[in-house]
């Protein structure tokens, strides 16, 4: 019994090594699965950070078109009901070329008139 209860105390004893051995990896591997975690939750928030600045940034560009549009659209009222004659004497008076048709000689005004 004695050579048993040698080889037992030696099993239980390795068992109870590897089970403390466990025990210490434990809060180790659970502090990296924390850490994990808390990179994943920090790159979605980057990314979420990331996004709200791309629309953004898209709600920025189409209000600008739109100001644009409604300048440009006040521009051309300045020169509706004009006839193309009346037109080309404008561009006459600027020293701008003449020839087209009614929308381009007004875009032509109205690009002279941005300058």
Same mark, same amino acid.
Request: proline share 2%; no cysteine; net charge negative.
């Given at each position: 019994?004695?050579?048993?209860?040698?080889?037992?105390?030696?099993?239980?004893?390795?068992?109870?090594?590897?089970?403390?051995?466990?025990?210490? /990896?434990? +809060?180790?591997?659970?502090?990296?699965?924390?850490? !994990?975690?808390? *990179?994943?939750?920090?790159?979605?928030?980057? !990314?979420?950070?990331?996004?709200?600045? #791309?629309?953004?940034?898209?709600?920025?560009?189409?209000? /600008?078109? !739109? #100001?644009?549009? #409604?300048?440009? &659209? #006040?521009?051309?009222?300045?020169? !509706?009901?004009?006839?193309? *004659?009346?037109?080309?004497?404008?561009?006459?008076?600027?020293?701008? +070329?003449?020839?087209?048709?009614? &929308? /381009?000689?007004?875009?032509?005004?109205?690009? &002279?008139?941005?300058?």
């Amino acid at each position: 019994m004695g050579r048993g209860s040698s080889t037992l105390t030696g099993v239980v004893r390795d068992q109870a090594e590897s089970a403390a051995d466990v025990a210490r /990896e434990m +809060p180790a591997s659970a502090g990296h699965v924390v850490h !994990e975690q808390a *990179a994943q939750a920090e790159q979605a928030v980057r !990314e979420q950070a990331e996004k709200a600045g #791309q629309e953004r940034a898209r709600q920025a560009r189409k209000t /600008e078109r !739109e #100001q644009a549009r #409604q300048a440009h &659209d #006040q521009a051309r009222e300045r020169y !509706e009901g004009l006839t193309k *004659a009346e037109l080309s004497d404008r561009l006459a008076e600027r020293d701008l +070329p003449k020839t087209g048709n009614v &929308d /381009e000689l007004t875009e032509r005004l109205i690009e &002279d008139d941005s300058k």
